[in-house]
Nanobody, 122 residues
Framework: QVQLAESGGGLVRPGTTLRLSCEASGRTFSIYAMGWFRQAPGKEREFVAAKNWRYGATYYADSLKGRFTISRENAKNTAYLQMNSLKPEDTAVYYC???????????????WGQGTQVTVSS
């Protein structure tokens, strides 16, 4: 099993920057990839970004490419989501997820965190 814990959410003003963290624990050696999703009020959960931990490839939602960046810090078993130029429409609960499958695709994961709220408002 892999446990995931997100942190770094909060209330920020439009145009600012925020970095979310997702610390993995447990069988971290089994992680093949990690991703970030978000769910805004009244909307379905949507894919944000993902990173293949074995080979380093990254994937982004087309609408977020260029503003959001996913990265990892191996020593801390932690994935990050750097969010720049935040907009009110970025308001959502952000979830991190992990997959242990070598057949992973960016939309499918085995483990999920509890989520962290990001609110962008003036």
């Amino acid at each position: 099993q892999v446990q995931l814990a997100e942190s770094g959410g909060g209330l920020v003003r439009p145009g600012t920057t925020l970095r979310l963290s997702c610390e993995a624990s447990g069988r971290t050696f089994s992680i093949y990839a990690m991703g970030w999703f978000r769910q805004a009020p009244g909307k379905e959960r949507e894919f944000v970004a993902a990173k293949n931990w074995r080979y380093g490839a990254t994937y982004y939602a087309d609408s977020l490419k260029g503003r959001f960046t996913i990265s990892r810090e191996n020593a801390k078993n932690t994935a990050y989501l750097q969010m720049n130029s935040l907009k009110p429409e970025d308001t959502a609960v952000y979830y991190c997820a992990a997959s242990s499958s070598s057949k992973w695709v960016p939309s499918e994961y085995d483990y999920w965190g509890q989520g962290t709220q990001v609110t962008v408002s003036s």
